[in-house]
Nanobody
Framework: QVRVVESGGGLVQPGGTLRLSCAASGVSVSISAMGWYRQAPGKQRELVASITGISGSGGPNYADSVKGRSIISRDNAKNTVYLQMNSLKPEDTAVYYC???????????????WGQGTQVTVSS
């Protein structure tokens, strides 16, 4: 059974930094493609960042809204994926979801398994 559990959310001031963690079980983060989504109230869910598995090619992918401010990474020994977010803005406020998934033939990330989400609030 695949399970992904997020942690690390919270309240942070604008301009601050946060690192979200995603502990996986039942799936290897070194093999599976992994991704982070977010959803703010009243807004569509957005794929924030994704990374291929060991068999994939290409580097991480980021939404334009976070590009240059965020880094997705993984620790294979801990079977954990991270999302480091810097220079946070109020518009980054959302529930962030970790997912395990795959890339389609068109190179698009699709999530197969979802975590429960962790709230990130950026406010002074």
């Amino acid at each position: 059974q695949v399970r992904v559990v997020e942690s690390g959310g919270g309240l942070v001031q604008p301009g601050g930094t946060l690192r979200l963690s995603c502990a996986a079980s039942g799936v290897s983060v070194s093999i599976s493609a992994m991704g982070w989504y977010r959803q703010a109230p009243g807004k569509q869910r957005e794929l924030v960042a994704s990374i291929t598995g060991i068999s994939g090619s290409g580097g991480p992918n980021y939404a334009d809204s976070v590009k240059g401010r965020s880094i997705i990474s993984r620790d294979n020994a801990k079977n954990t994926v991270y999302l480091q977010m810097n220079s946070l803005k109020p518009e980054d406020t959302a529930v962030y979801y970790c997912t395990a998934g795959r890339y389609t033939r068109r190179g698009l990330y699709e999530a197969d398994y979802w975590g429960q989400g962790t709230q990130v609030t950026v406010s002074s």
